[in-house]
């Protein structure tokens, strides 16, 4: 009965923090543009399933998690909470299958057979599970729909581990090992298709071939004799399969231009970052306080920032330290190496992004702390028969593991709150880091769309006082100022965007929009001839130079706009309606009417308005 109920027990406490996940809403990071602006993945159909596996969206390549939320959107359409729920539903799944990686591992470990003390491996493998599973550190992956693909690729990462276990730990013959080891094969290319971050796990399989499988010896040059050059064969098909992923990555962070140059942040500071990034995560780790969705990297990062020394001081020290105690401490090596070559493809080396470190990174290379936590409970437990003081330790064991796990779960409901909607989300990472200019400007882009224009412009202004050459914020700055009516402030701000980037086509089409309502039409007209150049399949520009033509009398210059406009963007009600203005204009009713009704049909499936002024999308 207790081999089932612990399980059971397991699942039901993982929840228990990400409660408050299920009424929060998609927030304005990634969720808007995968998801709430994003009609490709939405259904099971030919074209949804073509999109999903040959996509680059955003740069990541993850067809098993977009054919997930394909999922949600035919169960639930657009409420968060089937999303979220589909999210906090794979964690705990996660954590149950945690919990049989870790009593299989504890079991190697301690070569425990007989069931008496098989009950205590359960209760080590359950505190190993609850570890990871309530920590604060999960509930970026769990409470963020877009990272959907963290809890999934969990999910066949485990399996991946389990399976390898199995097949080197059990007894069945080669034909049972091999069976193992194909099925954790085909879990590691399923938790691939969810997220690339699994890439390194062929490392990570050598490792537990060293401790606690003991195939292979901690020194490579040890590993080419007839035993270890059969492990090293296992390994091919793992390599092959991560090399072809690893690919992949790199095409689609290339294709959505997300590397950042070395002239911009160069190998030293990469270097210190990765560094630093292995000792942060083990931090925060122990220190679960002052959680943030973004520890941006400062716009002055210096490798020599005291506190950035001493990270990599204590990197290094670490490393040395427990490879030279590795005969004694084997365990604390191989979940440090564990720790280090997880976190690998995103300790800044290769950076993508503007951020310093992550909590969702964290998401698979905890596991080896849990694990480790829970050999140091069952290491107490084992003593309980041993006099008073094995009794003592067994309590004080106990009593550690209530007083870690119980504030764990406050912490991390508290957590799942600060995820509840865009506002809350920005003003807490605004509160801990005043001078992140990402935050301020995240937090701008809230409030001018809640109509609260006064502070969206002093969040504007700040992050450009922190970053003076972000062109997205001078461009959404310079709308906010045009919509109060500052219109040389907001021309001022457009122009230092064009000098800045002369590539910035948005900056070009909103000054011709300033002009059009200026009734400047010359200028407007070359401001959005000149966006054109930039950016010719812009249905939206199209659309407003038409505007500008028809109010000039000249309605064959926008009629050829408008259907331009059309063929780039047919599902836009706004281009239908504005080529049926002018086709009536030059007293085409019939074709008229055909576009009417076109946009007529489009409104009731967008469930949406007909904008009546022209250029009334694209405010920030």
């Known amino acids: 009965m207790i081999r089932w109920l612990v399980p059971v027990v397991v699942m039901i406490v993982s929840c228990v923090p990400f409660v408050p996940a299920l009424w929060n809403d998609f927030v304005e990071w990634d969720d808007y543009e995968n998801l709430v602006n994003n009609p490709d993945y939405r259904g099971l159909g030919w074209s949804q399933l073509r999109w999903m596996f040959t996509t680059f969206h955003l740069g990541p390549y993850q067809p098993l998690s977009w054919f997930t939320l394909g999922i949600d959107y035919s169960i639930w359409g657009m409420n968060p909470f089937g999303y979220h729920l589909t999210n906090l539903v794979l964690h705990a799944a996660n954590a149950v299958f945690f919990y049989y990686v870790s009593r299989t591992l504890l079991s190697i470990v301690w070569s425990i057979p007989d069931q008496a003390e098989r009950s205590q491996v359960d209760y080590s493998a359950a505190l190993a599970a609850l570890l990871f599973a309530i920590h604060p550190l999960r509930v970026e992956s769990v409470a963020w729909v877009t990272e959907r693909r963290d809890v999934l690729s969990g999910l066949f990462y485990m399996g991946t581990i389990y399976a390898y276990l199995r097949g080197n730990s059990s007894p069945g013959g080669d034909l049972q090992a091999r069976r193992w080891r194909h099925a954790a094969l085909g879990f590691f290319v399923l938790s691939l298709l969810s997220k690339a971050a699994a890439i390194t796990l062929p490392i990570v399989l050598l490792i537990l071939d060293i401790y606690p499988l003991k195939r292979l010896e901690w020194h490579p040059r040890d590993w080419f004799g007839p035993t270890g050059r059969a492990v090293l064969r296992e390994k091919i098909p793992f390599m092959i399969v991560a090399v072809v992923f690893a690919l992949l990555a790199l095409i689609g962070q290339q294709q959505w231009s997300a590397f950042r140059s070395l002239e911009s942040h160069g190998f030293g500071s990469r270097l210190t970052q990765a560094f630093f990034g292995t000792v942060f995560y083990l931090w925060k780790t122990l220190v679960p306080?002052?959680?943030?969705?973004?520890?941006?990297?400062?716009?002055?990062?210096?490798?020599?920032?005291?506190?950035?020394?001493?990270?990599?001081?204590?990197?290094?020290?670490?490393?040395?330290?427990?490879?030279?105690?590795?005969?004694?401490?084997?365990?604390?090596?191989?979940?440090?190496?564990?720790?280090?070559?997880?976190?690998?493809?995103?300790?800044?080396?290769?950076?993508?992004?503007?951020?310093?470190?992550?909590?969702?990174?964290?998401?698979?290379?905890?596991?080896?702390?849990a694990v480790l936590a829970g050999g140091l409970f069952l290491y107490c437990l084992k003593r309980v028969g041993q006099g008073q003081s094995g009794v003592l330790a067994g309590s004080a064991a106990t009593l550690a593991a209530a007083a870690i796990l119980i504030p764990l779960v406050f912490l991390t409901w508290h957590q799942t709150a600060i995820w509840r909607d865009t506002g809350t989300l920005w003003r807490h990472a605004v509160k801990l880091d005043p001078?992140?200019?990402?935050?301020?400007?995240?937090?701008?882009?809230?409030?001018?769309?809640?109509?609260?224009?006064?502070?969206?412009?002093?969040?504007?202004?700040?992050?450009?006082?922190?970053?003076?050459?972000?062109t997205d914020a001078l461009n959404n700055l310079g709308l906010l100022l045009a919509r109060r009516g500052e219109i040389e402030a907001a021309l001022e701000e457009f122009q230092k965007t064009v000098r800045i980037d002369p590539n910035y086509a948005r900056a070009y089409f909103n000054m011709g929009r300033v002009f059009a309502r200026q009734r400047d039409y010359d200028q407007a007209i070359r401001n959005f001839q000149h966006a054109l150049k930039l950016k010719p399949d812009e249905a939206e520009i199209y659309?407003?130079?038409?505007?500008?033509?028809a109010v000039q009398?000249?309605?064959?210059?926008?009629?050829?706009?408008?259907?331009?406009?059309?063929?780039?963007?047919?599902?836009?009600a706004e281009a239908h309606v504005a080529l049926a203005r002018a086709l009536a204009a030059r007293s085409k009713k019939e074709d008229a009417e055909k576009h009417y009704q076109q946009a007529l049909q489009l409104l009731k499936a967008q469930n949406s308005i007909v904008p009546l002024l022209p250029g009334s999308r694209g405010d920030p």
């Open 543 to 549: 659309v407003a130079l038409g505007n500008v033509f």
């Open 435 to 470: 001078n992140s200019s990402i935050a301020h400007y995240n937090l701008g882009r809230f409030l001018a769309a809640q109509g609260n224009y006064a502070d969206a412009v002093t969040h504007y202004r700040r992050a450009l006082s922190i970053r003076p050459e972000d």
């Open 289 to 369: 306080a002052a959680l943030s969705p973004l520890y941006e990297i400062p716009p002055h990062f210096t490798p020599w920032d005291p506190l950035i020394m001493t990270g990599v001081t204590a990197s290094i020290i670490i490393t040395i330290s427990l490879f030279l105690l590795r005969a004694r401490w084997p365990a604390f090596l191989a979940c440090w190496a564990y720790h280090v070559v997880v976190l690998a493809p995103v300790l800044g080396i290769v950076q993508t992004g503007p951020q310093l470190a992550a909590d969702r990174y964290t998401y698979l290379a905890c596991l080896g702390w």
């Open 553 to 572: 009398g000249r309605l064959e210059a926008a009629t050829t706009q408008f259907e331009l406009a059309v063929q780039l963007k047919p599902e836009s």
